[in-house]
């Protein structure tokens, strides 16, 4: 997984972004995971998954 500081995404939020098209990117502060930034098409599909699941459930 790519990882990159704070600092480096308040100098390049575009890049950042840009990191995470396709799989998650770790935001650190003092070398500790605070965040992660998924791309649009990675959330769209984790909200479609978790409605989908939330859906099966109620037929249940």
């Given at each position: 997984?790519?990882?990159?500081?704070?600092?480096?995404?308040?100098?390049?939020p575009s890049a950042a972004i840009g990191l995470a098209e396709?799989?998650?990117?770790a935001i650190e502060n003092r070398s500790k995971v605070k965040a992660y930034i998924i791309g649009k098409d990675l959330y769209e599909k984790l909200v479609?998954?978790?409605?989908?699941?939330?859906?099966?459930?109620v037929i249940e």
């Open positions: 997984m790519t990882r990159i500081s704070v600092s480096k995404l308040k100098e390049n396709d799989y998650p990117v479609s998954y978790l409605e989908e699941y939330a859906d099966s459930k």
